[in-house]
């Protein structure tokens, strides 16, 4: 099955700068991979997703990138903002798995002023 | 409407009560999931539905049981839980097609005593 790594665990950034965070996965059949940002006590909510068939995707400070070769996709959220922290879930599916997503780990984003 | 709903929003339950969670949207989605999501970790899938019909169940124990009345809504029914159960449940929805995007309800947050 699918098997998603998520890095890193947390992520501390200053108002301003820029946070990465990378996901790896395992099924090269996969060609679907969403982003979730949790915020505390909140449902995940779809931040950005990307298919196989680009490479790229941006929505103003959002973007992901996919390296199918390589297997991995990364989020990048530029002049990052307070209301910007939270717990961020990559996702990848499960391909014939019906429609399973398999989720990375996590990473808590902090943004500090 | 792109919401999913989700009641109630917290639920205190002893181990021997009977009770339900309930889950409705109204996007046209004939997929529908309950995951259940554990303090600082990814959610975990339990059961989808596909056209209204169990299509997967993730070796969950029977004391949940879930019920998918007509294509908007889903419910879970407890029963004889454990502490151990106690969590976030989320319900999300989704088209049936593969590697679609799934929407999450706002979740309930369930205390067993």
């Known amino acids: 099955g699918e098997n998603v790594e998520q890095h890193p665990s947390t992520l501390s950034v200053q108002e301003g700068d820029s946070a990465v965070i990378k996901c790896t996965y395992s099924d090269s059949a996969s060609n679907y991979f969403p982003w979730y940002k949790q915020e505390l006590g909140k449902r995940p909510q779809l931040i950005i997703d990307i298919r196989s068939n680009v490479g790229e995707k941006k929505d103003q400070r959002i973007a992901v990138t996919l390296n199918k070769t390589a297997k991995h996709f990364s989020l990048h959220i530029t002049e990052t903002q307070p209301e910007d922290s939270a717990v961020y879930f990559c996702a990848a599916p499960i391909t014939g798995g019906g429609n399973k997503l398999t989720f990375g780990t996590g990473t808590q984003l902090k943004v500090e002023l | 409407d792109t919401e999913v709903t989700q009641t109630p929003k917290h639920l205190v339950m002893g181990m021997t009560n009977k009770k339900s969670l309930k889950c409705e949207q109204h996007m046209g989605h004939r997929a529908m999931y309950w995951y259940k999501q554990k303090a600082k970790k990814p959610p975990e899938l339990m059961f989808v539905?596909?056209?209204?019909?169990?299509?997967i169940n993730e070796s969950v124990p029977s004391r949940f049981s879930p019920e998918c009345p007509n294509s908007s809504l889903l419910n879970l029914h407890l029963h004889a839980l454990q502490p151990e159960d106690s969590a976030l449940y989320l319900c999300?929805?989704?088209?049936?097609?593969?590697?679609?995007?799934?929407?999450f309800g706002p979740g309930t947050r369930l205390l067993v005593l």
């Open positions: 999300a929805s989704s088209q049936v097609q593969i590697q679609e995007t799934q929407y």
């Open positions: 539905y596909s056209y209204e019909k169990l299509s």
